[in-house]
């Protein structure tokens, strides 16, 4: 499998899948989330549930009378009403994707992780992935989790490790380097999830994540800067040429994610994994074109 090294190189994969994927989305009531039902629709490669919680705007209105039956509406009473739909169009198979609209974030989260009706796996843990692409990094950049687990303990942080191993392998990336970050490479009992780096490590030389490399604690210049592992005397496969970030708490993972997008310019795509079907729930800051790309890697 070719490995995708920039979002645009998206369009080819997505022009390879065999199937339509169809996506259940709640509350399609913004511009941005338009113009992601526009495009996919235009590039052919979703088919769309739509849950709605108030009237669609002329334009949607307009698109979804040219699509035709690759749009499927539904009338809710509200937002909470929209998403528990969506939900239920995935858990029923009446869809592969779910995608949040203008509603908010914990309203849709309420519904998939409810016991009974949501998409949660057993036994699993849900955490965000997001891949990024930095102008100056010479390949996609995965990194976790910066909006759901705010502490990972060691059975969060195992579960976020084989996740983000398993998305770059879809991506082509068969044996990825993954860095476990912190602000030194010191492993101090002061710091919990440097103890838990340790495990985390030899669980991958047993081969618990199948092909991947995974080594840390390291900091961000390390894992993505092979000069500054050098200067610092650092001997790792992953210092320089890293695939993945683990990273330690959602303070430095949304600290990231933002600085990245504001001052590297970074494009990026994200999604949640460990439920039954990958859900996209972008934030509202993010841009049309990002938001679009997280629906292009959720459908593949």
């Known amino acids: 499998m070719e490995t995708i090294k920039e979002f645009p ?83 029923t198979n009446r869809a592969q994707v779910l995608m949040k609209g203008t ?28 891949l990024c692409h930095i102008p100056d990094y010479g390949k996609p950049l995965m990194f976790s989790d910066a909006a759901v687990v705010p502490r990972p303990s060691l059975e969060q942080m195992d579960a976020i490790v084989g996740h983000c191993v398993n998305a770059c392998r879809r991506l082509g990336i068969d044996s990825p380097y993954v860095a476990l970050t912190h602000c030194t490479e010191k492993v101090n009992p002061k710091f919990e999830h440097t103890m838990h780096y340790q495990q985390i490590k030899r669980w991958a030389e047993e081969g618990r994540y199948g ?66 079907a990958p859900i996209v729930v972008a934030s509202r800051a993010d841009s049309e074109v990002s938001k679009y790309y997280s629906l292009a890697m959720a459908c593949l």
């Open 9 to 91: 190189f998206l369009q080819q994969r997505l022009k390879g899948m065999t199937e339509k994927k169809r996506v259940a989305l709640a509350c399609p009531h913004d511009g941005h989330t338009e113009y992601v039902i526009e495009r996919a629709l235009d590039e052919g490669f979703a088919r769309f549930v739509l849950t709605l919680s108030r009237p669609v705007s002329d334009r949607l209105a307009r698109c979804i009378e040219r699509h035709g039956q690759e749009v499927e509406t539904m009338t809710c009473n509200s937002d909470e009403e929209a998403a528990e739909r969506a939900v239920e169009a995935v858990r």
């Open 211 to 276: 092909r991947a490399v995974v080594d840390g604690p390291m900091d961000v210049k390390t894992a993505l800067d092979a000069e500054s592992g050098a200067i610092k005397g650092i001997c790792s496969p992953v210092a320089g040429r890293a695939d993945v970030l683990i990273f330690p708490n959602i303070e430095a993972g949304n600290t990231f994610y933002k600085t990245v997008t504001l001052f590297a310019h970074a494009t990026t795509a994200g999604w949640l994994e460990g439920t039954v």
């Open 103 to 130: 509603l908010n974030t914990d309203v849709l989260l309420r519904a998939v992780l409810d016991k009974k009706r949501g998409l949660l796996k057993e036994g699993d843990v849900m955490n965000h992935i997001a």
